[in-house]
């Protein structure tokens, strides 16, 4: 764990007071003790470095100070470091449009495009989508099992923030149709923003290098990336000809082996981040 992300917790004077699952959590797992130092990320995304103060067994509850400095005990890389480290990086918000797949690999891609540092994650219903996966999310459906599913997914977060360090609050949006998730990428953002669609076709496909360069041909630096990922099946074709010739969106075709949906993402992710990384240094 990298750092503990605070939800809702009362903060108060400069105190942090935990119970229930966080209690057990940092005594459980991280077995923290009186004067133990630990990483905080805030409500506001800001992070503090805080003290183990108090902990009271028998009401199960434990108590961290806000301070400026110390060691921590989360283990490895830390959380401010992973911070300074990302730099520009993390100037750029990432979304990502993931047609929705069956649920165990949606819930890998939630957690691995979580420890990439993307913004948002937009689960979309596409052609190829299975119902009973689409179901699972809350898709159509109002039942206790999809909210059950919404919580477990907002929880992979939180832990894949922990582990990772990540300063992004990444957000899960609602499962939406194609037409609603465009509509929604395209709703009042004024930062310079592109968005690109994965395929294993070469159809609507141009070079990403040449897109990118094209893009960014009036000298501004990207703010605003939004990447596509189909699911199983991959993109329909009229979904495809949907995004590219009605979104305006850019068709990216990777001269690579066929890639599971769940890879394609982590995989499109690290490209595309490297790439627009890399032009925006260059402006």
Known sequence: MRQFVLENQSVKNGLIFLDGKDYRYLRQVLRAKIGDMI????????????????IDEKSKKITLQ????????????QADEIEDAAGGQNSVEYWLFQFIPKPQKFEQIVRQATECGISVIVPVCGEYSEKNSIASLGGNTDSSSGNAKRE?????????RQQSGSPINTKILEPLSLEKAVEEWQNGSTKKSAA???????????AFDESL??????????????IVVGSEGGISP??????????LYKGVHFDVNILRCETAAIYGIAAIQTA????????
Do not use: H, W, Y
């Open 152 to 160: 477990r997914i907002e929880r992979i977060v939180r832990e894949a």
């Open 213 to 226: 360069d094209e893009i960014c041909s009036d000298g501004k630096k990207l703010e605003r990336v939004g």
């Open 39 to 54: 990483n905080v990320r805030m409500p506001d995304g800001t992070l503090q470095g805080t003290t183990v103060a108090k």
């Open 66 to 77: 806000i301070c400026s400095s110390g060691k921590s005990i989360t283990r490895g890389v």
């Open 276 to 283: 627009v990384m890399q032009k925006n240094q260059k402006l």
């Open 238 to 247: 009229a979904e495809m000809e949907f995004l590219v010739k009605k979104a």
């Open 196 to 206: 690109f669609v994965l395929s294993e076709r070469k159809d609507l496909c141009a």
